[in-house]
Structures are given as C-alpha cells and as structure tokens.
C-alpha cells in the first residue's frame, strides 16, 4: 500500500508547488459504483450481480483540441456474487476482491451537429490499467473465510465512454476485462477453473462522475 502511497503525495506537491506543471495537467477526483463478475467461478457468467465501488484521483493532459491522456489511481471493490438458489444447493457466494488499480486511458473527445448545434459533450476512451490485489473476502451464507489462490498482480483492457454534464463535471461508463486470469488455475477435476479463455479473468461494469479542478476547456 506504502508503494503507491508515496506517488499520489508526490504527484500532489507538484500540483501545489509547481505552476508549469498545473498548467499542463489538471487534476481531478473519480468516485462511482461498480458491478463485476469474476468468470468462471459460478454456473452463471457474465451476470454481473456483485455490486462495489471505486474512488480515486486522476491527472489529465491534452494532447490536442480533442485528444488527451489520463493517469488515475483509483481504489475498486470488484468480485462475484451468486445468489442463493437451486443451482448452487441454495448457498450464497459472496467474494470481494479490493484492489489498488492505475488505469492509463486515451481519450478522444466527439463533436457533431445537431441542426445548428454543435455537440462536443461527449467522448470515447480506451487504455491499459496495473491492478494491485490488497484484499480478499469470501462469504459463504454467512461464513467467512480468506482464499490463497487469487494473483496479486492484475493486467486489464478498459473501454469507455462518458460526457460532460455541467462546467468541470462529467459522468463514465467503462468496461474492464483482465487479460490473464486473476486466480490460479487448479485440476480441471474438480470442477472449479478450466484453463480455457476468460476462465477466472476479471470483468467490470463501472458507473463513475469525474470532477475536474480548474478545468476551462474539454480535457474530458
């Protein structure tokens, strides 16, 4: 934790101390709700029912009028969440995986006319992102217990879109899915992760807003 500590502190004092710097990267501050799925661990994929969150700070530079980057550190709740039910003999599996996650996006601002108007509100983004895995949380109809098998390391792809609500304040959605599995695979024999394509890989859902401070042109 200590490790990623020290770079936001930094990155901090030199937007306070160092005029230059202030004027070619804006700052801001990411909070919103996430929904996730790690594949594979239950009968239904892709189902999205593990509700968490994620909040952190970004930097964002312009490239161009309409092209920027972006730096965040965020810290994500993601996991998996099966419902009680006939599929699994009426037992919940509740599994929350906390990371620290640093996202490297391109953002590609859009403009188009509507009659007479033109609309540059909105924009596209897609990037890598490093996640660190912090903490690991499995409940089991009440019963918790921790796990050894889940990676520390986490690579993903992030695709996204979003716009700009009012003067510095914007709204995203992004889709995030791991490249490698995030979970050490085991013996196909008992039934748990296959070694085969986005088995025990990392997918999410986030519903983010995005404020940005002393932000007079669209770095989106």
């Known amino acids: 934790m200590k490790f990623f ?7 901090l004092f030199l ?3 160092n005029n230059l710097f202030a004027q070619k990267f804006t700052p801001g501050l990411i909070a919103g709700a996430v929904a996730s799925d790690l594949i594979g661990i239950d009968p239904t994929d892709t189902d999205f029912h593990k509700v968490g969150f994620t909040l952190g700070g970004l930097l964002n530079t312009k490239l161009s009028s309409k092209n920027s980057l972006q730096f965040e550190i965020l810290y994500t709740r993601k ?3 099966q419902p009680a039910d ?3 003999n009426y037992v919940q599996y509740n599994l929350s995986l906390d990371y620290i ?4 996006l391109y953002k590609h601002n859009i403009q188009f006319n509507v009659g007479k108007k033109t609309m540059d509100r ?3 983004e897609a990037g890598p992102s490093f996640g660190r895995l912090l903490k690991t949380n499995i409940n089991t109809n009440g019963n918790y217990y921790f796990a ?3 990676k520390k390391n986490e690579f993903a792809i992030n695709l996204g879109a979003g716009a700009k609500l009012i003067n510095n304040l914007y709204f995203n959605i992004r889709f995030s899915n791991s490249i490698l599995a995030i979970v050490d695979h085991l013996n196909p024999d008992n ?4 070694a085969t394509f986005n088995k025990g890989h990392n997918m999410l859902l986030s519903f983010t807003l995005k404020y940005l401070f002393n932000s007079t042109t669209n770095n989106n």
């Open 5 to 11: 500590i020290k770079p936001i502190i930094f990155l």
């Open 15 to 17: 937007i306070g101390e």
């Open 79 to 81: 996991g998996s969440l």
């Open 86 to 88: 006939s599929s699994n």
């Open 101 to 104: 996650e640093i996202p490297l």
């Open 122 to 124: 909105f924009y596209l």
């Open 148 to 150: 050894g098998n889940f």
């Open 191 to 194: 039934g748990f992760f296959f």
